[in-house]
Structures are given as C-alpha cells and as structure tokens.
C-alpha cells in the first residue's frame, strides 16, 4: 500500500488529479520576452546591414545608430544645439493639443448636445475630417509665416477631429435610464449635461485625447517639413538631406518620446478622472 | 366592467387612508404612431397603501408610470397628487427603475442625495449626508457610503437606488418593475425589505409588474391591465394579513388570488 492510499479515510473517493497543460512561451516573463523580440530585430537589422542588402549608405548599422542616439542625447541633455530646436516643437505641440482640446471639446458639446448641432455642423465636420488635413499645411504657411504659429495652427487642425468625435460620441453614449432618472428628478438641461451627459461620456472623450494626442505631434512635424522654422521636423529633414541617416533615426527617436509623453499625459489624466469606468485599466497597453 | 368605484370599494374595510394621488379618465394617444395606449384609466391611491399594476409588456403600463412622475403629459383626464395637477417632475414623488442607475464616479452616499443636489444645490445636498447614512442604514448599507458602485453587488445597488429615491421623502414612490433585474433569490429579498422600508415610512406605493406572485405578495390591491388600449380589467384586493412573509406563498388563499388574476390577464390577451 502506497502513503497516499493510507492517507486516505476508509471509503473516501480517489483523487482526480490533473494538471491543465500549459504552453513553455506562456511561461516565459514579459520583459524577457520583449528582449528576445529586440534582439531578434536588432540581429536583422545587422545582417541586412553587414551583407549590403540594402545600400550602407541609406541603412546605418544598429551599432552607428546607437553611438549617434548617445550624440544626440549627450547634446539635449547638455543643452546643446538640439535642445532649443525639441522645446520649439515642444511648444508647438503643447500649443496645438490644447487649442484642438479646447476647441474639440466646444464643438463636440454643440455637435452632440444641440439638434442644430448635429443636423447643420456635423455634416461639414465629416467632410472636413474626410479630407487629407496635411494636404492644408501650405495654406496654413501662406497664411500664418514660417514661423511657430503655422506649425502650431496644423497641429490642432489635425488634433481637433477625435476631439470632437470623442466628445459629441461621448454625449450621445449616457444610458436612456440614466436620462429618464435625471427627467424624473426635473434636471434642468444644463444640469443634465453637467452632471450625467458630461461625465458619463468621459471614456470617449478620452479616446478622442489619445487619438489627438498622436494626431498632434505628427501634425506639427509635418508643418516643419514643409514650413521651416527651427524645430526638430526641421533637423530630421537636413539631416536625410546630408544622408545623415543614423542622425535621422536618432532625431525620430528623441521625437517620439514628445509623443509618448503627449500619449501618457492623456493616460495619467483619463486614470486620475475616468477612475471609475472598467476599461480604464484594462485596455491601455502602455503605461 | 366598471371600475370607477372598484378601488375604494376594493380597499380593504377600516385601513382606508386619506387619497394621495387621484387619476380620473386618464387616456393617451400617440397620434404619430397611432398607437391608443391608454383608455380612460381611473386609480386613486390611499395614504400607506400598496397598489400594484400588472399586465403583459406593452399594455401600457409604463406609459401611465411615465404620466404619473411627470414626464409624459396625458392626452385626456385628470392627475392630481396631493391635490395639485401634476404638469412636470415634481419634488414628491419618488421613482425607480429595473436598473439601478447609480453613477460609478459618485461613492453610494453621493449617489443618495443626488436628487436633493440637483433640486436645491451641492450645499443642501452635502447637509442631507447624514439622512443618506441613516437612509443606508435602514436598508442594510451601512459602512457602504464611500464605496463607489462598481463594488456593489446587483441587490445593494438597488437598494442604494432606494435610498436615492426616499431621500426627498416623497409623497408616492413609483415603481417601475424594481427588482426585475434581480436573480430569484435577491428578488424575494429585496421585496421583503421594500415591504419592510414601506411599512416602516408609511409609504404609499405603486409597483408596475410582470410577476403576479411579487404583485400578490405586496399589494394591498392589484390592478389586471389589458393592453391596445390599455385599460384595467379588474381591481383584485389582496385580504393576506401583514406583516407578508414568503411563506404566505405557499397558501391556498395566495394560489387563489394568483389564480384570479392570471385568469384575467389570459382573457384580456384575446380581447
């Protein structure tokens, strides 16, 4: 007789013991994973680099690319050069997000909140936002100069369509009960957008942030591209003219890092006011 | 059948109260759909009293709830809660829904005095906190004021909706098939408890249903409604002694008046 049969009571059932099979990858931690996967790319890169699959010329090694990411970052960190260009786009794209924030969210209430909203504005708001909006950069030049101000302009042309979808999708998401409830209780209009319509479509809203918080940066980059000036569009550029290509991968990755911290900012804030919806947490993959 | 005397004389003998709320020839028409969706009802309700409408979905019963809080005018007769026209929302009724409705981004006390902050104000509902707390109290949610309402259960969160709906101490409490949402177990409870809240406040009720026993159980009187256009066929006083208990049920006397009342509702499904 084996130890887990004496164990066992008299007349007590056999176990059913079994183990659900799981996979090895499943196992394997998150960031060792990810490792696996840089590496992966990294190991491409350089062998697309060393046997000239692509001309040295246009593809720097992974090596080069890395000293030149020390360059650049050594120079913002010191205050060189580079950093008053980032602060210019910077600026460009702080100013822009707010301008499309503001504006997004005002024309949002009127799309989603007034009848004549919906039926007389909605529709040029579709058929602007249908529209190639990059395709306005040259105007917004000849309008506004080559200065700060065109970059900034585009910038919140582009980032304030999510804006308004996000806000007019927002109103029209608060639940029929919750409406009926607020006409039972003799909510005045504005309280009911206040306090029900207003709050209930904050997950929107916030999903319009993020899609303009992306929209923003690509926004002013492009008006640099085409309008000068001295922010970082303005490098990337020369520096593809020189065929500069690591300075180029460098600049675009500095730059992205505008980006996420644009992306994150609307994370933090969607977190810290949006606390309560159930997707809040789940559903963000960064952060 | 005429009806018009059959809630009084219905009434159980020597409990009669004072008429709270009084409809007289209630009809509505919705000309557009061409839908006639009420005809001609008549219902008075008595001062702690329990009155119930129960009837097959779309007989219109959600309509005549709708005209009684106020928010849908009546095409014809009169109604009148505590001797005024009712031409809008109005402070002294008070309602609730299949859902709870409560609003995750505000914790259960805050949810409570929602109705008191949009009638008079944050600083009058901030004053109303400690009524909320005794309010929760009374239905077994103390401790739960600051707890937001993703982590109540579906019974606790109809009963913070109770809550919600007493705390303006209204005149009527309307109700618009409660507990519905509930699974069977809940749903038992919950009407034992709103029994309880309503005995306790002297409340006078109006529960619209589609569950003749939770209508039987409740009630001091049920009304059978028929629908297109939706009319009462009968007025069914409940004669059970109170306190009500579940065990009631299993009676003969409860399986009577359940009988009654289904028999109505399938001879009004082939009017």
């Not at chain 1, 994973?33 to 062998?47: D, N, P």
Request: charged fraction near 15%.
């Amino acid at each position: 007789m084996t130890d887990a049969t004496s164990a066992r009571p008299l007349g007590a059932p056999e176990q059913t013991v079994w183990a659900e099979h799981e996979s090895w990858v499943d196992r394997i931690p998150r960031s060792v994973a990810m490792a696996v996967i840089f590496i992966a790319f990294v190991s491409i890169w350089q062998f697309v680099h060393e046997f000239e699959i692509v001309s040295k010329i246009i593809l720097p090694s992974p090596w080069e690319t890395a000293q030149e990411l020390v360059v650049v970052g050594g120079n913002l960190l010191g205050g060189g050069y580079l950093l008053p260009s980032l602060w210019i786009t910077t600026q460009e794209v702080l100013i822009g997000f707010a301008i499309a924030v503001t504006l997004g969210f005002i024309l949002g209430t009127i799309v989603g909140e007034t009848s004549l909203g919906e039926r007389a504005v909605l529709p040029y708001l579709v058929a602007i936002d249908t529209m190639p909006k990059v395709a306005f950069a040259p105007l917004f030049i000849s309008w506004l100069g080559f200065g700060i101000s065109s970059k900034v302009a585009l910038a919140a042309f582009i980032a304030t369509f999510p804006v308004v979808v996000g806000t007019a999708a927002g109103l029209h998401a608060t639940d029929e009960n919750a409406r009926m409830l607020f006409r039972t209780m003799g909510a005045s209009r504005l309280q009911t957008l206040v306090k029900l319509k207003i709050p209930s479509g904050l997950p929107h809203f916030f999903t319009g942030l993020k899609i303009a918080s992306i929209g923003v940066v690509a926004g002013a980059i492009t008006a640099e591209f085409l309008g000068g000036g001295q922010g970082f569009g303005h490098l990337i550029r020369t520096a593809a003219s020189q065929l500069d290509t690591p300075r180029v991968f460098a600049l675009i990755l500095y730059l992205s890092l505008l980006g996420l911290a644009t992306f994150w900012f609307v994370v933090w804030c969607q977190r810290r006011f949006v606390f309560w919806h159930k997707d809040t947490a789940r559903h963000e993959p960064v952060g | 059948m005429d009806l018009a005397a059959a809630p009084s004389a219905a009434h159980p003998a020597g409990q009669e109260g004072r008429p709270v709320y009084q409809l007289r020839g209630v009809s509505k028409r919705f000309a557009r759909r061409n839908v006639h969706a009420l005809d001609r009802v008549d219902l008075t309700l008595h001062e702690g009293s329990f009155a119930s409408i129960i009837g097959a979905s779309g007989c219109g019963k959600s309509t005549l709830l709708k005209i009684m809080a106020g928010v849908l005018p009546p095409s014809e007769g009169s109604v009148i809660l505590e001797g005024q026209h009712v031409t809008g929302p109005r402070r002294d009724i008070g309602m609730m829904f299949q859902q709870a409705t409560l609003f995750p981004w505000r914790t259960t006390v805050e949810n409570v005095v929602l109705p008191i902050e949009i009638r008079d104000g944050k600083a009058a509902a901030r004053a109303k906190h400690a009524d909320a707390r005794a309010l929760l109290e009374l239905v077994g949610l103390a401790g739960f004021e600051h707890v937001y309402p993703s982590e109540l259960s579906g019974g606790m969160a109809q009963r913070a909706a109770i809550c919600r709906m007493l705390i303006t101490e209204p005149a009527v409490l309307l109700l618009d098939e409660p507990f519905s949402a509930l699974d069977e177990l809940s749903r038992d409870f919950m009407n034992m408890e709103l029994q309880r809240i309503c005995t306790e406040r002297n409340a006078t009720a109006l529960l619209v249903t589609h569950s003749i026993p939770e209508a039987v159980i409740l009630s001091d009187i049920v009304y059978v409604m028929s629908p297109r256009p939706g009319r009462f066929l009968d007025a069914v006083p409940i004669g059970l002694p109170r306190p009500r208990t579940l065990h009631m049920m299993t009676e003969p006397a409860f399986g009577r008046l359940v009988d009654r009342i289904r028999g109505q509702l399938d001879k009004g499904a082939f009017l």
